[in-house]
């Protein structure tokens, strides 16, 4: 039988080891906000830095070929 996700607003248990939660914990304590909403906000901002970058990536491949064509490279750069 496979494992489905849990629903919204259950709890996700996640375990770390000693030296990763105090890091943790380190954190969360210089941010002001309790470890886990510190742990839920990071894996959010994981998940907007890869769409953010994915968007990025995506924007730069339809530029590059013009940017190319504009700044073309000089035979006197070093490689």
């Known amino acids: 039988m ?8 259950t709890p996700v248990e996640v375990r770390f080891d000693p030296a ?3 890091a943790l ?3 969360a304590e210089a941010a002001g906000v309790p470890v886990a ?3 839920h906000d990071a894996s959010l901002r994981e998940q ?8 990025a990536d995506a ?3 339809a530029l590059r070929e013009e940017f190319d064509a ?3 490279p ?6």
């Open 2 to 9: 496979a494992e489905t996700d849990p629903q919204p607003d």
């Open 20 to 22: 990763e939660y105090a």
């Open 25 to 27: 914990k380190a954190a």
């Open 37 to 39: 909403d510190y742990v």
């Open 48 to 55: 907007q830095h890869r769409t953010f970058n994915a968007a």
């Open 59 to 61: 924007a730069w491949g």
């Open 70 to 72: 504009k700044f073309p």
């Open 74 to 79: 000089s035979s006197s750069r070093a490689a």
